[in-house]
């Protein structure tokens, strides 16, 4: 099964929530100051260590990248860290609040 998924516009998002210039980024992952800007205009893809390393930086794992359907993987991994913490009762609050939500018209 053949999946679409454009590269350099998944980490233009990423990049972009985590409110980070890519000169900014690609100065940070020790690269001269185009290197993130020439890989979301289509112009160059990243070594498999580039890779992980734009992974890294951007706190997700290399799946989560791919995940085209979570917007904010960071996120959803943070919420569901903390949900491993709650009891059944308050488990149960946090899914009614999240079905409201995505009632709601909260999902995006």
């Given at each position: 099964m053949y999946i679409?998924?454009?590269?350099?516009?998944?980490?233009?998002?990423?990049r972009a929530q985590k409110g980070v210039s890519a000169r900014d980024?690609?100065?940070s992952l020790g690269q001269n100051?185009?290197?993130?800007h020439k890989i979301e205009n289509g112009l160059a893809l990243p070594s498999m260590m580039g890779f992980f390393y734009i992974c890294e930086y951007l706190d997700i794992?290399?799946?989560?990248f791919f995940s085209h359907g979570?917007?904010?993987p960071?996120?959803?991994r943070e919420l569901m860290e903390?949900?491993?913490?709650?009891?059944?009762?308050?488990l149960d609050h946090l899914h009614?609040?999240?079905?409201?939500?995505?009632?709601?018209?909260?999902?995006?």
């Open positions: 679409d998924f454009n590269f350099s516009k998944r980490l233009s998002e990423l980024m690609s100065l100051p185009t290197y993130i794992e290399p799946a989560e979570i917007s904010s960071s996120k959803v903390d949900a491993q913490h709650l009891n059944r009762e308050q009614l609040i999240v079905k409201d939500l995505l009632k709601s018209g909260g999902k995006k």
